[in-house]
């Protein structure tokens, strides 16, 4: 089989790619290992994602469906509560978006890239990847034994914690953070908390070990997605299930521990050990990887899936041009732009460890035009560079949380 470009993975990035690839005209094939509708994390989009899926006319389906609205971020530590309404913000673009179950999310994108004439391929493994001439060849193995291969001028690898062609071609490199696990489950929450806002994703830090925090992300219907976040060592030396662990863990939090007080467990929790991942390029011959298939932070202020679209919005917009015979230049108009963004990101993710950012937004006085840049990065602006605390994030936390320091001695 031939096509313009074969996407590895049907997630998010792949759906968002293959709507662009579709608008323009291109033939698209989506091979996927899993059968659909399947479980992922991941679940609190951001609002720039809708900006994304605007852009590939997939807003509209994501809006009709009965996700959980959502219009910012809570945050509780040590008995203080703080909040960002994401609408109060410093860049343009959508201050609000939704709160998903990830099954029932993805197979809707998958779905309507379907009907506009991509071919899904589920349930096929890529086995092997080679560049001859001018074509790009996926070697498959279906569930049943079946083995096949499929052609195209290019490939996108949008496989996730699959990592498919880092693992193939060898491109993995160690990430800079720790080795941390996450526990997590879905329940039927019971919350009754009048003033529990379930327009918002809750973070909470633990009491007494702040490199360890909590989500809880309310869906429509009752029901969230909650779970823990800590190094591997910690996780390992606690005895029991997966399910008495993350419930000891929920139960030394006193916030949770009272709202979580009715909760019914649905599902056995889960473990993902060492999700951090990095690559030594994004893009080669024939190829280029989105979303956490190249890097992945940390769950901490969900950036994932916004990295992953952000990714096929940029990887598309080069591709098409080089596809249309245009020179391109990858590793500048697609692997340095996105990494700018994921850069700032990954000065958030270590102040939140470190402490100085979580300090700076519990911090009593908050000087307006600030607040609203930084409601910006946790929307997902992080490539707004007309935002000082993008431009030059690292730089700006680390005086911000000085100075905040000062002032709360």
Known sequence: MNFDVAIIGAGPSGSVAAALLLARGYRVAVVERAQFPRFSIGESLLPQCMAFLREANLAEVVEQAGFQYKNGAAFHRKGCDTAFDFRDKFSEGPGTTFQVERASFDHLLIDTVAARGAEVLYQQEVLGFARKGDLSELSLRAQNGTESIISARFVLDASG??????RLLQLDKPSSFPVRASLFCHVEDGIDCAEFDRDKILITVHPEQHDIWYWLIPFAGGRCSIGVVAEESVLAQMPGSTTEKLQALINAAPNLRDLLCNARYTMEARQIVGYAADVTQLQGDGYALLGNAGEFLDPVFSSGVTIAMKSAQLAVAVLHRQLSGEAVDWPVEYEQRLRAGVDCFRS??????????????????QNEKIRQMICSILAGYAWDVENPFVAESERRLDTLAQMVRMQEQ
């Open 161 to 166: 914690f699959a990592r498919v062609l880092p």
């Open 348 to 365: 958030y993710v270590n102040a939140w460890y470190d402490g100085r950012f979580q300090d700076i937004i519990f911090a009593r006085d």
